[in-house]
Each structure stands twice: as C-alpha cells, then as structure tokens.
Antibody, heavy 126, light 108 residues
Framework: EVQLVESGGGLVKPGGSLRLSCLAS????????MNWVRQAPGKGLEWVSS????????YHADSLKGRFTTSRDNAKNSLYLQMNSLRAEDTAVYYC???????????????????WGQGSMVTVSS | EVVLTQSPGTLSLSPGERATLSCRAS???????LAWYQQKPGQAPRLLIY???SRATGIPDRFSGSGSETDFTLTINRLEPEDFAVYFC?????????FGQGTKVEIK
C-alpha cells in the first residue's frame, strides 16, 4: 500500500524549533516532487513548501519569511520540514503530500497532490 | 500568486440532490492544472479531480469537474450521505501551489 506517515509534531514554546519527518512506503520517493501543506484549527489548507525530486529546487511560502526549511533523503524515502522561530500562528496540522512533478527517465509530468499523510499536529504555546 | 476564490462558502442540500461548486482564479491556471479535494473531519484531504476534469483512481462517476482558464466547477450528482464534507480547489501548475478557502457541503 502506498502511504505517507508524518512524525515529529508536538507542543513547542514560541521561538522554539521542531523537525517534522514524512516516511514514504509502498513506493520510491525519488522521481516525485514532495510538499508540505498545513491546516490551522478550523481553517483551510495552506501550501507551505515544495521540493523537487532531486532536492535541488525548493519553494517556500513567502509568509514563512525563511523560518522553515524543507529537505529530503531519497535513500531513506523521507521528507523533512525544519521549523525555526515558531509562532502561535504556526499551530496547525502539517501534512506531507506527493505531487507537483513526476519524472521518469527523460519524461516529466505535472501531477496533483495524489497521496497525503495523516498529518502531524504542531502546537506552539507557552 | 494565483488566488482561488470558492463559492458558495456553504451549500445546504439533501441526499440525492446535485451540488455545484465554483472555483475562480485571479489569473489563468497554467495548462488547466486545477484539482479538487474532499476533506472530512479529522481526515487528510483526498484527491477527487485533477487536470480540471479527470477523476482520480477510485472516485465515483457522480463526481465531475469542468472548466478552464479562470473558471472551474465541481459537480456532484445525486449526493450520497458520505459526500457531505468540505471541498477545496487547488492550482498546482505554478508555485505557490495555492488552495481555495473551501466549500462546505452540509445536509439540509
């Protein structure tokens, strides 16, 4: 079964740091762009970041102002989100999702976010 | 940045009725890369429609998507009890890969 499982969420004080992980199983992460999406309590979905299959291309939401960094380790089939200088407004469920670009050989296709993890709750509070 | 505006905010319907959800983009969506997701309470979003009109694997044919450029529609024919949920549209052709604010389909 193809699935994504997030871990690393929890309660952190304002100004603190947290690192989320997303482990893929049932398929190889390489070849796929990956993403982080968050959802504050009772709110809509907010795209956070995207990373290319090689990890060479990164895109982050402007609102994050450089506090978050996305990385991946294809050998470990894993995606990461390093979150620094956390604020109360970062409180949300964080989802990893497969999508953006899929490349196989010399062919690449744009794909929607077709596989999502179950989410990891991050609470920023003193 | 492509801003997506969904309407209505809430749709109150009865099982068996048709739901029509709208998603409007502030600029043309690149190559029609527009998706619809369904989300139920406590669950992750689920992909329903991609490329504006293609159903994802396992999605019933009562769900259909249409539209192009800046105007897109998700139609749910003959609402089933399990269809009452929140629906989001998203453009994934350019970064930031923005989402609409969502439409809640509730039981009347």
């Amino acid at each position: 079964e193809v699935q994504l499982v997030e871990s690393g969420g929890g309660l952190v004080k304002p100004g603190g740091s947290l690192r989320l992980s997303c482990l893929a199983s049932g398929y190889s992460l390489s070849g796929y762009s990956m993403n982080w999406v968050r959802q504050a309590p009772g709110k809509g979905l907010e795209w956070v970041s995207s990373i290319s299959s090689s990890g060479n291309y990164l895109y982050h939401a402007d609102s994050l102002k450089g506090r978050f960094t996305t990385s991946r380790d294809n050998a470990k089939n894993s995606l990461y989100l390093q979150m620094n200088s956390l604020r109360a407004e970062d409180t949300a469920v964080y989802y990893c999702a497969r999508g953006g670009l899929y490349c196989s050989g010399s062919s690449c296709n744009v794909i929607a976010f077709d596989i999502w993890g179950q989410g990891s709750m991050v609470t920023v509070s003193s | 940045e492509v801003v997506l505006t969904q309407s209505p905010g809430t749709l109150s319907l009865s099982p068996g009725e048709r739901a029509t959800l709208s998603c409007r983009a502030s600029q043309s969506v690149s190559s029609g890369y527009l998706a619809w997701y369904q989300q139920k309470p406590g669950q992750a979003p689920r992909l329903l429609i991609y490329d504006a009109s293609s159903r994802a694997t396992g999605i019933p044919d009562r769900f259909s998507g249409s539209g192009s450029e800046t105007d897109f529609t998700l139609t749910i024919n003959r609402l089933e009890p399990e269809d009452f949920a929140v629906y989001f549209c998203q453009q994934y052709g350019t970064s930031p890969k923005t989402f609409g604010q969502g439409t809640k389909v509730e039981i009347k």
